[in-house]
């Protein structure tokens, strides 16, 4: 998108004004975005942006300046104003030559959403819409939605550094309500994958919509469930969400540096039950959160976080790394170029373990199953969480039995850890979008089910 030798003058401008580090990072990225609303297709829009981002870091200080104005001259005016405001004595830069990195396989794709008609998108939204309509007549409301993206970046910095990658990815999402004219329940499904349109090839979109009305009219006529203190058995794929949001999150270089985690100087320190390990890897083919290199040009890698209950890493990008005095590993990610990069997940999974689901749900006398989790919060420097269960059933003497509604788990993420007592081995992920400092991005998340012993459960009745 930009010669060579520009970026190398931009680099070099900076550094003349006393950054010891410099990065730029281009952008130039198609999207789509289609909305239905029982079988009516509401909104569809397309568009582009490009742009570059210019970082420079002065010992512990960083600046962060971005345009869409890619002239030369207004990109060294922009480098300028990054190495002034770091307020660091000028220098008299070295000569510098950017190298071609081009280490890592890219993600394989092979249909270019631009090259499909919008008329063949839009189906897959009907498909999924008529899907979970026909479920049931109690289905009051479906809306899908459906998004593609086609992302190139480019990533050079003052170390020698030039990369670049190419990155498409596609969601299809469906939500239903279920209403029987005095109260409302929802159920949600969706896919996506970092592919082109071909993903599709391997997708049930029928299936998607009839599991969200299955989940709606299931919860819709449900009892509301038990408050009190239980095992709960957390079921796979999107039950991830609590590691990703209580564990994760505090396991990322952000607020581990600065000392705001529960994790902070818990290397090598047993933070969880010896069965509990778990990676993040941004390098799976084809995943959600995946992509060849993460936003600052390293590539991305698979990061064991926890290992039979010991903590081994951290999430680093490369500020944060330069603070805690260790290396990037491959998560500094940001939702575009307006945003400055900073540690953040990928495909975050708990790792399989040796019980199968059916022999953790026999082993349970009385208790809670989360099929479905649904929405939560969390506070990052206590771990302390509270997540919804979009679809729950009672345990009852080793069976599953009658569905719950309204219930929802909460307690605190280091804590929770030293409780999960068995682990099965159906790892599942799940799609999602997480959003933190650097904007909203792409993430898996996933783990197999397994089985909290003891969890407070926010419910109505005794």
């Not at 270019?112 to 819409?129: G, I, S």
């Not at 799976?284 to 040009?297: F, K, Q, T, V, Y």
């Not at 500020?319 to 990928?346: I, L, W």
């Amino acid at each position: 998108m930009l010669e060579r030798s520009v970026l190398e003058r931009v680099i070099a401008q900076a550094l003349g004004y006393g950054a010891d580090f410099v990065e730029l990072f281009l952008e130039d990225r198609f999207s789509t975005s289609m909305k239905m609303v029982n079988g009516v297709l509401e909104n569809s829009s397309s568009g582009r942006i490009r742009g570059i981002g210019i970082r420079g870091f002065f010992e512990d200080r960083a600046i962060y300046a971005y345009t869409n104005d890619l002239d030369e001259e207004n990109l060294l005016q922009s480098a300028t104003r990054v190495g002034e405001a770091l307020r660091a004595t000028p220098t008299q830069p070295g000569e510098l030559t950017l190298t071609q990195d081009s280490q890592g396989k890219p993600h394989a794709f092979f249909q270019v959403f631009t090259t499909v008609h919008k008329k063949d998108k839009v189906a897959l939204l009907r498909l999924t819409t008529e899907a979970a309509q026909g479920y049931s007549s109690a289905i009051s409301q479906v809306v899908s939605t459906y998004m593609d993206q086609d992302q190139k970046v480019w990533i050079a910095n003052s170390e020698g550094l030039y990369t670049e990658d190419r990155r498409l990815r596609t969601r299809l999402t469906v939500n239903a309500v279920a209403s029987d004219g005095s109260q409302k329940e929802t159920g949600f499904e969706s896919d996506g994958g970092s592919a082109g349109f071909e993903f599709y090839n391997g997708v049930d979109t029928k299936a998607l919509g009839e599991e969200a009305a299955r989940m709606a009219v299931r919860m819709l006529r449900a009892d509301f469930a038990p408050a009190g203190r239980m095992p709960v058995v957390i079921s796979n794929g999107f039950g991830g969400v609590i590691f990703h949001e209580a564990c994760g999150h505090p396991l990322e270089a952000t607020s581990v540096a600065i000392g705001a985690s529960v994790y902070s100087n818990m290397i090598g320190k047993r933070v969880a039950n010896e069965c509990v390990s778990a990676v993040d890897d941004g390098s799976i083919p084809n995943a959600w959160g995946s992509g060849r290199i993460d936003d600052e040009g390293n590539l991305t890698r698979r990061n064991l976080l926890i290992e039979k209950g010991i903590l081994k890493s951290y999430l680093v990008d490369r500020f944060n790394g330069r603070k805690m005095g260790v290396e990037a590993n491959g998560c500094g990610r940001r939702q575009d170029y307006t945003y400055a990069p900073t540690s953040r997940m990928s495909n975050t999974v708990i790792l399989p373990g040796e019980y199968i689901p059916e022999e953790i749900i026999a082993a349970t006398d009385h208790g809670l199953y989360a099929k479905k989790m649904g929405g939560g919060s969390v506070m990052p420097t206590t771990g302390e969480f509270n997540f919804s269960v979009r679809e729950g059933y009672m345990i009852e003497k080793g069976r599953v039995t009658r569905p719950v509604r309204g219930a929802t788990l909460i307690g605190k993420g280091h804590e929770i850890l030293h409780k999960i007592d068995m682990v099965a081995n159906d790892l599942e992920r799940a799609r999602g979008m997480c959003g933190s400092l650097s904007g909203s991005i792409p993430a898996d998340v996933g783990q197999p089910t397994l089985r909290v012993t003891d969890i407070v459960v926010g419910g109505r009745n005794q």
